[in-house]
């Protein structure tokens, strides 16, 4: 009331510190409420998935199956790659025969090791 009449006849109206403190609270409060109700919002709110594109073209759909002859041809290459990485590894006889050849080019005697 008191403010009411004093902007009636155009007085300045001060309020008191407390009031203005409960007016700074009551804004804080408020803004926390409208972040804590969006929040809210959007955890209830469903999330919209779009479906993929549709495809018109029915071989597009065929899934690629590989030919016997090129599964053939991939099954014998990658057996060969084996054979001859098989064939290049070391040998036990060949590499007891370096051993020997290192021992002799360094001149290590048999009794020393």
Do not use: H
């Amino acid at each position: 009331m008191l403010r009411f009449i004093s902007r009636l006849f155009k007085i300045d109206y001060d309020s008191c510190k407390s009031c203005e403190t409960l007016r700074q609270q009551l804004d804080i409060m408020n803004e926390q409420n409208k972040e804590l109700m969006k929040t809210m919002i959007s955890i209830v709110k469903p999330e919209i998935i779009n479906p993929p594109a549709t495809i018109t073209d029915p071989l597009a759909m065929k899934p690629a199956a590989a030919s016997w002859a090129r599964r053939r041809a991939f099954l014998e290459e990658r057996d060969r790659n084996a054979a001859q990485a098989s064939s290049r590894a070391a040998k036990p006889d060949e590499i007891k025969l370096s051993i020997e050849a290192l021992e002799t080019e360094l001149g290590v005697e048999e009794g020393a090791s």
